[in-house]
């Protein structure tokens, strides 16, 4: 049945075809209009939201909470204040984490560079031991030491989160 309605004479095949030409011509006018129309809204969209994902962040911008700081303090005093002092000047083999000690070689590395390192390097004597969020919550409060400001949200411990974000002392 349906193969026989599309057989006929080769002139009402045209005529059938011409009509129909017409009518997905000025369907895709009308759908062309739409289709700009919308890929300008969601062009909009589509560049807005990389450039907030992709933004370089850095340790100035509020990246940790003061009570995941205030946690790794706790943490700190147990594990590592032994070596590197309460106040993180360092003592002995063990280097600064605070001050210009900790900054001048830990500009322009990302957070994760430092969280892997204590992670996997410390403390010295019991290396491996931390918790990774015990582990990353000492890192935001050697940041809270290094006067990086804390912000309203933790610091999530996400490799892909952490490697997006610099250490910097620069605002
Ligand atoms: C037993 C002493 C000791 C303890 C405890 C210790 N550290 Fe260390 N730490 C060192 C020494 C020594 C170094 C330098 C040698 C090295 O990098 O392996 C170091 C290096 C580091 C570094 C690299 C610093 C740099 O600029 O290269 C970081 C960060 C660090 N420690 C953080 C911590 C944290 C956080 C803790 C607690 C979880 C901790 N350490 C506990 C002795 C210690």
């Known amino acids: ?3 026989g309605s599309q057989s006929g004479s080769p002139r009402n095949t045209l005529k059938h075809r011409s009509r129909l030409s017409d009518v997905v011509a000025l369907a895709a006018i009308a759908l062309a ?7 300008q809204i969601s062009m909009h969209s589509v560049t807005a939201a ?9 340790t100035e911008d509020g990246i940790y909470s003061a009570a995941q ?6 943490l700190y005093s147990q ?15 063990a280097p600064p984490l605070a001050g210009e000690g900790f900054t001048d070689s830990w500009v322009g ?3 994760n560079e430092l969280d892997q390192t ?11 031991s931390l918790d990774p969020n015990d582990a990353l919550a000492i890192v935001t409060y050697i940041f809270q ?4 400001p804390a912000g309203t949200a933790a610091l999530k411990n996400d490799p892909a989160t952490l490697k997006d974000i610099t250490i910097s002392t620069k605002k």
């Open 50 to 58: 990389p450039a907030t994902a992709t933004a370089a962040k850095t």
């Open 1 to 3: 049945m349906i193969s």
């Open 145 to 148: 030491k290094n006067n990086f």
């Open 79 to 93: 594990d590592c204040s032994a070596c590197h002092l309460d106040d993180m000047s360092g003592s002995g083999e």
């Open 109 to 111: 590395h990302s957070v």
């Open 118 to 128: 204590v992670l996997n390097t410390m403390p010295l004597d019991n290396p491996g």
């Open 33 to 39: 209009g739409v289709f700009l129309l919308h890929s």
């Open 69 to 74: 700081a205030a946690h790794g303090k706790d």
